[in-house]
């Protein structure tokens, strides 16, 4: 059984099951994730690397488990409770997922309208600061998601997702569709916020290259299971032979 417990964890899952009709597809792990690091999530297509992301921020229920965040049980937090945690938590989701009838700017100021009584220019000053921060241009704002290049549309997304300042952001394969210019300058954008506001992230990822710039731990799941976790050249290293491929290729 894997160890991936630590201390001080700002997120916590403790033997998680989740599954869907007759069918566990999350089968029983446990696994922290630390104050201020950048968690690489790896693993085959339908291993339950999206499943557990939609778990832990409460889009799916658990069959079993806990699932800690900032030392409190999520889901049995009562409504009230559980809306001051998620607004401590962005999300970018693997399809994006702008508003396509609202501008960036009005995207962006989405979350605040709907979490916070503020004036509206306050409002707008803040998005604007958080269109800005992930470097879109200037005169993105006006544009509609269509106009968008893909690389913008991740970053107004995680603009959008910044946009209550959380101490965590949750990326589901953020640069997947990107050129490889475009998702390394991605690489960088969350690099900089990670050392800028010193977020936590939790990046489910395909991309090797984001692997080795950005993350400081990387978990790897194979169906349902945790496989291992540990830094890049713990994995590198690791006798699994799923990661022995995805490391090194598959041996002749
Ligand atoms: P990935 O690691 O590629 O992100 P997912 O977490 O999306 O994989 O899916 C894990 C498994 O759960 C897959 O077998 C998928 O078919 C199944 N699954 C995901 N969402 C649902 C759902 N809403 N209903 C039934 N099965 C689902
Ligand atoms: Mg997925």
């Not at 989405?110 to 503020?118: I, N, Q, S, T, V």
């Amino acid at each position: 059984m894997i160890d991936a417990t630590t201390p001080d964890p700002i997120i916590s899952i403790r033997d998680l099951v989740v599954g869907f009709d007759g069918r566990n597809v999350i089968d029983g792990f446990s696994l922290d994730v630390r104050r201020g690091e950048v968690l690489g999530v790896i693993g085959p297509s339908g291993s339950g690397k999206s499943v557990t992301l939609r778990t832990v921020i409460g889009l799916l229920p658990k069959r079993s488990g806990t699932i800690e965040v900032l030392g409190r049980e999520y889901s049995a937090l009562p409504r009230k409770q559980r809306v001051e945690i998620e607004r401590r938590w962005g999300v970018l989701f693997q399809q994006g997922a702008l508003f396509s009838a609202l501008t960036v700017l009005e995207n962006v100021e989405f979350p605040l309208r709907e979490h916070l009584d503020m004036p509206r220019k306050l409002r707008r000053d803040i998005a604007r600061f958080k269109i800005d921060l992930v470097g879109l241009p200037v005169g993105a704002e006006n544009l509609y998601p269509s106009e968008l290049s893909g690389g913008m549309i991740k970053r107004a997304a995680l603009a959008r997702a910044l946009s209550l300042d959380p101490d965590i952001v949750f990326l589901d394969e953020p640069t997947a569709g990107l050129d490889p210019i475009g998702a390394a300058r991605f690489d960088e954008l969350v690099l900089s916020l990670k050392d800028a506001l010193g977020l936590t992230v939790y990046m489910v990822t395909h991309d090797l290259d984001s692997l080795v710039t950005v993350c400081d731990r990387i978990a790897a799941l194979g169906s349902g299971k945790l496989l291992e976790v540990g830094t890049l050249a713990e994995l590198m290293n690791s006798d699994d032979p799923w990661l022995q491929d995805y490391f090194h290729g598959p041996r002749a």
